[in-house]
């Protein structure tokens, strides 16, 4: 037995073993069938993303008033999970009328309460959240905001290698290659953002720094493999019931965050709708709509398509700002998007697909068995 | 019969027809015996190149009095051209008494008289390189030389480009990225030194200047190419013979180009040894060893591994400055070389290849017939 496979005495061909740990193992069931429409779901989740991606600047522009925010930013991260969770209710009662007469009612309690068991495990993601919602204020207090940009940057290899641990997925050479290159492209166009006298790596040398670097890169790019790994373990579940999980957990958590503001600053900070007006709300609904669409990223493609997809996003809203405010694209704009647009081409392209042999013949063995199922190979 | 192949009519088998141009068959012949030592001279071509371009920087700045050269740069172009041919004379004189009795003698009449016949295509690079000359310091009236550097940097795809043309070299479609990303990469490490308000592409919008940009950049690679060409073609010409025609050829265009100033500026122009001193002789050798390092290059390696050979030699200089005199490494230097690296790892790792089981197939057929060369296969 070498790397879960077993050989069988008959024909001596490789069989996964039975014990091999599978986690995913609805979704990847559902893989098989689904490889064709899979093209166009992508495609559609990107499209939608950069549309409300590229809504966000504007929405923020919108929601300054005199240049200053008025709200608590506090306030933002908890409506938004409420939105979410609004959302979520919405769509399941849509669903719930739209069941026919025999199939397994998604409102009884008896499917809500095993749906909760099983994917308790959204409660991960949840608090990772959470906690990097607070981060990102702690961040800014250390690092400039250009300096905490750029280290933004890592959270993609680190996405990578826990994609590699958590999801057993694998990645060729040229993929990781191809990962390097987003993180390098991001960076060239963020260089001219750097303060002028920036030093090698940009960063200042105290000691706490760097820990406090790897905490910020580490969490959201865990709650992004976690979330990624709890919604497709149990992908027999309904997406907006795994999503109202999902966003409740986050709800409690970022509640419990402002109730400890409010133990520690005071009354004051409670008014959570303070100084909120349309155009906040409809930066919150963005927020919210990003946050369902990351949702569908997961479960049904995954974390490195929404890095891309984000990434491709900042690239067109930088390219139509260019065009409608007459712009001239700087020099490190166009190196920094033709790296972006190599490095997706080298990490989608066939060529550099991890070559499996060992799924291929697996599969065509024994369609009807359980052994088939492998986790993560270089798929996208 | 399609692309030059025809069908076995017993066994169906593929034969290159014979009728298939075959400039390059000496070379091919050969190149099926050394692939084993084809990496230690590639190493060593490497290593030696980057040492002589490592010692440039140092020797221009000792050839400077007061800040300023004092010799006239057309005449350092026409002694650099002596220097090679006679290190060629040198050459072909130690091979010629090193050969044993019933080899072809090197120094006959008939030999010089046939292979100067055979090799007379070779005048070619060496007019485009005496022009190339010339065309440096036009360039440096058109543009400045940050922009110049910039704009050499598309030399690379359009030796690839010309590659493909003339020598049949095919390349997969990561390695035509590998190259892109190579012109990115040295880009980037130049980003710097460009003047702070260069806009997108750091050019002057004249209508002249596309045309001297597409001359300049055009002009080097062809030389570089056809040069390539020139060598392997007759790859069974000593190296010496091939470089001391090249050189005759090149000190014949650049005496003319000497005398052609003459007649334009006048006789003080004339005096080719004018303000030259110790330092100013060391540098001409130096680009001698250059000049002579890059037949070798041409003839046994390629025009692809020469640039990536500079751009790596560029690259230990910039470390080692940054080492020697305390200077901190920019990120741009960084971002840059992480992308040249990665792009030479993608050019010349086997996953990239072009699959070329047709090449294959006839090398099995007829070990002992003349079919069998197929010019330029993703080889490096």
Same mark, same amino acid.
């Given at each position: ?5 077993? /050989?069988? !005495? ?6 996964? !073993? ?55 930013? *506090? ?5 938004? /999970? ?5 959302? &979520? ?6 669903? &719930? ?11 009884? *309690? ?9 994917? %308790?495990? @959204? ?15 702690? $961040? ?16 993609? @290899? ?8 958590? $999801? ?8 990781? /290659?191809?990962? &390097?290159?987003?993180? +390098? ?35 959201? !790019? ?39 503001? %409010? ?15 349309? &155009?906040?709300?409809?930066? #919150? ?6 946050? *369902? ?25 930088? #390219? ?10 700087? +020099?490190?704009? #166009?190196?920094?998007?033709?790296? %972006?647009?190599?490095? $997706? ?36």
């Amino acid at each position: 037995m070498k790397n879960g496979m077993i /050989e069988c !005495s008959v024909c001596h061909s490789k069989l996964v !073993s039975p014990s091999t740990k599978a986690v995913s193992r609805a979704y990847d069931r559902h893989r098989s069938k689904v490889s064709s429409k899979q093209r166009a779901l992508n495609v559609l989740l990107v499209v939608g993303d950069c549309m409300l991606v590229g809504l966000q600047p504007i929405l923020v522009f919108m929601s300054k008033v005199d240049g200053k925010f008025k709200f608590s930013p *506090i306030s933002v991260n908890f409506l938004t /999970e409420v939105a979410k969770v609004l959302f &979520a209710i919405v769509m399941l009662l849509i669903q &719930a009328r739209r069941q026919k007469v025999g199939e397994k009612p998604l409102l009884s *309690i008896s499917t809500f309460v095993q749906a909760a068991r099983n994917n %308790v495990l @959204l409660a991960v993601p949840a608090l990772l959240y959470a906690i990097n919602n607070y981060l990102k204020f702690t $961040m800014q207090l250390y690092f400039n905001p250009a300096t905490v940009k750029m280290l933004s940057n890592l959270k993609v @290899l680190v996405i990578a290698v826990l994609l590699k641990i958590v $999801m057993k997925r694998r990645f060729s050479i040229i993929q990781w /290659e191809a990962l &390097a290159l987003l993180l +390098i492209g991001i960076s060239i166009n963020q260089l001219r953002s750097l303060p002028e006298g920036t030093s090698a790596m940009g960063l200042p040398v105290a000691t706490g720094a760097y820990i406090y670097t790897m905490i910020f890169v580490t969490v959201p !790019s865990m709650a992004s493999v976690f979330n990624e790994y709890a919604l497709k373990s149990q992908y027999d579940t309904s997406i907006y019931l795994q999503n109202l999980f999902l966003y409740g957990y986050g709800a409690i958590f970022n509640f419990l965050g402002i109730l400890g503001t %409010v133990i520690i600053k005071g009354p004051d900070s409670f008014d959570i709708l303070q100084g909120h007006s349309k &155009a906040t709300i409809l930066l #919150i609904i963005n927020n919210a709509a990003q946050g *369902i669409l990351s949702s569908f990223f997961f479960k049904y493609a995954d974390t490195i398509l929404k890095k891309y997809s984000s990434t491709v996003a900042t690239i067109f809203t930088g #390219i139509a700002s260019a065009a409608m405010f007459g712009h001239t694209l700087t +020099i490190n704009f #166009i190196l920094g998007i033709s790296v %972006v647009f190599i490095s $997706m081409h080298q990490f989608f392209s066939p060529l550099s697909k991890v070559k499996d042999e060992q799924e291929n013949g697996v599969l065509e063995m024994e369609p009807q068995n359980d052994h088939r199922f492998i986790l993560g190979t270089g798929r996208v």
